[in-house]
Nanobody, 117 residues
Framework: QVQLVESGGGLVQAGGSLRLSCAAS????????LGWYRQAPGKQRELVAI???????NYADSVKGRFTISRDNAKSTVSLQMNSLKPEDTAVYYC???????????WGQGTQVTVSS
């Protein structure tokens, strides 16, 4: 099992910045890529950004140029720096990973990000 615990989030005005962090623990050898996902009210959970063990990253088109994902393999952490936030970025943000042996998904508890206009 892998445990993911997010921190950060909160309320910010449009144009502001926030930084989310996620700490992985447990059988972390069972996951490779770590990602950030978000779910707004009434919408499906969507991928925001994902980063491989080797540092290759991909972003949703809606956040390219504004968000940056990074990871520290020594500390088993992944972070999401969010700049130029918009009201449409408001959502619960989740750290997620997939078990490379079973394909089971692991999720953190989620952290609320609210961007006011």
């Amino acid at each position: 099992q892998v445990q993911l615990v997010e921190s950060g989030g909160g309320l910010v005005q449009a144009g502001g910045s926030l930084r989310l962090s996620c700490a992985a623990s447990g059988s972390i050898h069972r996951v490779e890529a770590l990602g950030w996902y978000r779910q707004a009210p009434g919408k499906q959970r969507e991928l925001v950004a994902i980063i491989s063990n080797g540092g290759m990253s991909n972003y949703a088109d809606s956040v390219k140029g504004r968000f940056t994902i990074s990871r520290d393999n020594a500390k088993s952490t992944v972070s999401l720096q969010m700049n130029s936030l918009k009201p449409e970025d408001t959502a619960v943000y989740y750290c997620g990973a997939r078990d490379i042996y079973t394909s089971n998904a692991y999720w953190g508890q989620g952290t609320q990000v609210t961007v006011s206009s």
